[in-house]
Every structure is written in structure tokens, then in C-alpha cells.
């Protein structure tokens, strides 16, 4: 018999999904429509946020929320250099230039000091992304934004759920977007979201999203106020995000346990997790940690069939974005250094021991 494999992460869809997806199909309305408009509305309540505009992917979500803000050809967008690449393409994709910026080596997030030195008189904007479901320094970041009038684009895509200091992440700055691709709390094959507080710019996000249109129309002689393009949210990809939903505290409370699980189980000196403050309602979507053996490690644990995930590697030296190293010490780092180990909500307690008395008997 093939031994089991643990998986690094593993999406999941159930019966109330198939319910709903043939309700949607019964129906014979397969665009964007009233099951799109309860995704938005339940999502909205839930992170408490005014508004929420369903996309067709995160990046697009990051893409329109600058689109939305003014920013464009000639402007200056700070990122960071430790992150999917989604974020600086989507910077990319509405003209302007993403500006990298190293990290921080305790949290993997975006460095405040990092970002005091890349601001020129370009900067518009600062996208501070929140690794793993971990939050950014927000309260520095939005000084900053005051200080220098600079947008502030949050990356949630790993961090539905997740609080900063008691407060939704994504919910901080001017929009907050969020990511429902497979290896997120919650999913829809592809899709994304962005949150607002700011009725202007969700009324503009709307059009954008849509021709134009400040709502549906039939595609006659509707009355199109500024260009827009088409990056709608289907019912049918509602109706799984809504049947998702419907497991979203479960979700959350088992990976809060496996996270948990992990803290109190692992016990080399040679390997760390970088931490999450549960207490303040940070969710560790992905249980990340480093050590100096990272490549030796992640060998052996798919060997034993347990999947992890290798640290992306800095944008400064992926061709498009290709820069000297001389900035982006800590990134590189820890890019070199960190993992993601099984974080699925799938997976049961005996599964993360199992990763747990592994990782333990390879650094002995
Ligand atoms: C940090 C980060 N930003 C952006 C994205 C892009 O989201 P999407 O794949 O939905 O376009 C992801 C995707 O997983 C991500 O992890």
C-alpha cells in the first residue's frame, strides 16, 4: 500500500457547495449576480468592513484597488522583496513601478525602516503584505502614510480572518485585497476580494470592474461613466465561496490548534517557527519556520511523504524585477532559510505529531 502523504496544504469542498452550485445552475444565471452580491455582504460582515467587491483573483484585486486610487505611469509603488510575485505584478500591470524594499527578519514582513529610506517624491503608494496570515507593522505603516499622504494597498491574500491588534487585517488601509485561490481558508478556484471603508472608491472599484458600469446593465444603452474592463465574480463561483463560509469557524479553530500543536511539539534549538499572536487574533494560515538546514530539512521530510513548501525567493532576483543584492540582506536570508510546513485544516492532530517527532529526529 502507498504510505499516506501528508500534504502541505489541501483544499476542500463539501455538500453544501454542491447544493448551492446546482441552485445556481437550475437557475440558468451563471454571471455575476445575487449569489455574488450575499458573498460580498457576508464576507463585508464578517471582517467587518463597509464594503467588499468580489474580483476574478487577488492580483487583479491589487491591480484595481491602485487603478482605483489614481496610481498609474510614473508613479512609485513600495513592496516588498519577500512575497508571491502577485504583488509586484500587479503593480506592474497598472503602469506603475514597484519600488522592493527588504524585510523584517522576525515576522518575514515588510520592513518600517526599509520603507522610510525607498520614499521619493514618486512614491504613491505602499503595499505591505501580510505573510502566512502574519500582520505587518500597521500602526507604522499607516504613520507613515499620513505622514508622506501615501496610499496604502494591504496584500491580505493569506490572511482572511487574521487581526492585527484586535482589528481585521485588510481593513487598515485605503483597500485591503484578499486572495481565494486553493491554498487559502477559504476558496473558490480563483477569485479575489477587496474591502473598503471609502464609499467613492468602492463605487469606482465597482465600474471598474465592470465596463464602467456603476451597476449591472444589459449591455444596451447603459450609461458607462468612466472605462472599466471585466473582472466579474461569477454566482457560480459565489456559491462555493458561500458553502466555504459555512466552515469558515472550524477551519479557523483547527488551524489555531495546529499552529499550537506545533509550538508546543517542536523542540530543536535548530529550528524555529516564526510566531503568530493567536491572542490577538492573528490566524497562521501557513505554519512557517526557519532553520539553517532548510534544504536538507525539506529533502528529508519528502522522503517521509510530508509535504512543505520551500520560502519564495526575493523578487530583486527574479528576472523581471532583478536588482543588486546590496538591499535585500535579510530576504535573501530568509528566504534561503525558511519553510512552510503541513498546514492543512485537513489534516488531523496524529499527522501534525507525526511532522512534529520527524523534524525533531532530524535535528538530533
Ligand atoms: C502574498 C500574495 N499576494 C498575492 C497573491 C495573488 O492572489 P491570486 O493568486 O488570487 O491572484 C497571492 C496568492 O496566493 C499571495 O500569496
Same mark, same amino acid.
Given at each position: 500500500?502507498?504510505?499516506?502523504?501528508?500534504?502541505?496544504?489541501?483544499?476542500?469542498?463539501?455538500?453544501?457547495?454542491?447544493?448551492? &452550485?446546482?441552485?445556481?445552475?437550475? +437557475?440558468?444565471?451563471?454571471? @455575476? !449576480?445575487?449569489?455574488?452580491?450575499?458573498?460580498?455582504?457576508?464576507?463585508?460582515?464578517?471582517?467587518?468592513?463597509?464594503?467588499? =467587491?468580489?474580483?476574478?483573483?487577488?492580483?487583479?484585486?491589487?491591480?484595481?484597488?491602485?487603478?482605483?486610487?489614481? /496610481? !498609474?505611469?510614473?508613479?512609485?509603488?513600495?513592496?516588498?522583496?519577500?512575497?508571491?510575485?502577485?504583488?509586484?505584478? #500587479?503593480?506592474?500591470?497598472?503602469?506603475?513601478?514597484?519600488?522592493?524594499?527588504?524585510?523584517?527578519?522576525?515576522?518575514?514582513? =515588510? +520592513?518600517?525602516?526599509?520603507?522610510?529610506?525607498? /520614499?521619493?517624491?514618486?512614491?504613491?503608494?505602499? /503595499?505591505?503584505?501580510?505573510?502566512?496570515?502574519?500582520?505587518?507593522?500597521?500602526? @507604522? =505603516?499607516?504613520?507613515?502614510?499620513?505622514?508622506?499622504?501615501?496610499?496604502?494597498?494591504?496584500?491580505?491574500?493569506?490572511?482572511?480572518? +487574521?487581526?492585527?491588534?484586535?482589528?481585521?487585517?485588510?481593513?487598515?488601509?485605503? #483597500?485591503?485585497?484578499?486572495?481565494?485561490?486553493?491554498?487559502?481558508?477559504?476558496?473558490?478556484?480563483?477569485?479575489?476580494?477587496?474591502?473598503?471603508?471609502?464609499?467613492?472608491?468602492?463605487?469606482?472599484?465597482?465600474?471598474?470592474?465592470?465596463?464602467?458600469?456603476?451597476? *449591472?446593465?444589459?449591455?444596451?444603452?447603459? &450609461?458607462?461613466?468612466?472605462?472599466?474592463?471585466?473582472?466579474?465574480?461569477?454566482?457560480? *463561483?459565489?456559491?462555493?465561496?458561500?458553502? *466555504?463560509?459555512?466552515?469558515?469557524?472550524?477551519?479557523?479553530?483547527?488551524?489555531?490548534?495546529?499552529?499550537? *500543536?506545533?509550538?508546543?511539539?517542536?523542540?530543536?534549538?535548530?529550528?524555529?517557527?516564526?510566531?503568530?499572536?493567536?491572542?490577538?487574533?492573528?490566524?497562521?494560515?501557513?505554519?512557517?519556520?526557519?532553520?539553517?538546514?532548510?534544504?536538507?530539512?525539506?529533502?528529508?521530510?519528502?522522503?517521509?511523504?510530508?509535504?512543505?513548501?520551500?520560502?519564495?525567493?526575493?523578487?530583486?532576483?527574479?528576472?523581471?524585477?532583478?536588482?543588486?543584492?546590496?538591499?535585500?540582506?535579510?530576504? =535573501?536570508?530568509?528566504?534561503?532559510?525558511?519553510?512552510?510546513?503541513?498546514?492543512?485544516?485537513?489534516?488531523?492532530?496524529?499527522?501534525?505529531?507525526?511532522?512534529?517527532? @520527524?523534524?525533531?529526529?532530524?535535528?538530533?
Amino acid at each position: 500500500m502507498a504510505k499516506k502523504i501528508i500534504p502541505w496544504y489541501q483544499p476542500q469542498t463539501g455538500s453544501l457547495e454542491r447544493k448551492l &452550485i446546482s441552485q445556481v445552475l437550475k +437557475s440558468d444565471y451563471l454571471n @455575476e !449576480g445575487e449569489y455574488t452580491t450575499r458573498f460580498e455582504k457576508e464576507t463585508a460582515k464578517l471582517i467587518d468592513a463597509k464594503h467588499v =467587491i468580489a474580483v476574478t483573483s487577488g492580483t487583479i484585486a491589487i491591480f484595481l484597488s491602485l487603478k482605483a486610487l489614481g /496610481i !498609474g505611469a510614473g508613479d512609485e509603488v513600495i513592496v516588498p522583496d519577500l512575497t508571491f510575485i502577485a504583488t509586484a505584478n #500587479a503593480v506592474d500591470l497598472c503602469g506603475a513601478k514597484p519600488v522592493l524594499v527588504d524585510i523584517n527578519p522576525n515576522n518575514l514582513t =515588510i +520592513s518600517v525602516n526599509a520603507i522610510k529610506k525607498a /520614499i521619493t517624491k514618486k512614491t504613491k503608494a505602499i /503595499i505591505p503584505v501580510h505573510v502566512s496570515g502574519r500582520g505587518a507593522d500597521m500602526e @507604522e =505603516i499607516m504613520k507613515l502614510a499620513r505622514h508622506y499622504k501615501l496610499k496604502i494597498v494591504e496584500d491580505v491574500a493569506e490572511a482572511f480572518m +487574521s487581526k492585527y491588534k484586535g482589528k481585521y487585517l485588510g481593513t487598515f488601509g485605503d #483597500a485591503g485585497c484578499f486572495s481565494l485561490s486553493p491554498f487559502k481558508v477559504i476558496m473558490t478556484g480563483q477569485g479575489g476580494l477587496i474591502a473598503t471603508n471609502n464609499d467613492k472608491l468602492a463605487l469606482y472599484l465597482r465600474q471598474l470592474k465592470d465596463q464602467g458600469r456603476p451597476r *449591472q446593465g444589459t449591455g444596451g444603452d447603459d &450609461i458607462h461613466p468612466v472605462r472599466g474592463y471585466n473582472f466579474k465574480f461569477t454566482n457560480l *463561483q459565489a456559491a462555493i465561496g458561500l458553502g *466555504q463560509l459555512a466552515q469558515l469557524e472550524s477551519r479557523l479553530e483547527k488551524i489555531r490548534k495546529t499552529y499550537k *500543536q506545533y509550538s508546543n511539539k517542536l523542540i530543536s534549538k535548530n529550528f524555529s517557527l516564526f510566531e503568530f499572536n493567536i491572542d490577538s487574533g492573528e490566524v497562521p494560515l501557513w505554519v512557517d519556520g526557519w532553520t539553517k538546514n532548510r534544504n536538507k530539512l525539506s529533502d528529508y521530510l519528502h522522503a517521509k511523504n510530508i509535504g512543505c513548501r520551500n520560502f519564495w525567493l526575493p523578487l530583486h532576483r527574479q528576472k523581471p524585477y532583478r536588482l543588486a543584492d546590496k538591499n535585500f540582506s535579510y530576504s =535573501i536570508k530568509m528566504s534561503s532559510q525558511s519553510l512552510w510546513l503541513p498546514s492543512a485544516f485537513t489534516s488531523s492532530s496524529k499527522d501534525i505529531d507525526l511532522v512534529c517527532r @520527524e523534524i525533531n529526529s532530524f535535528f538530533k
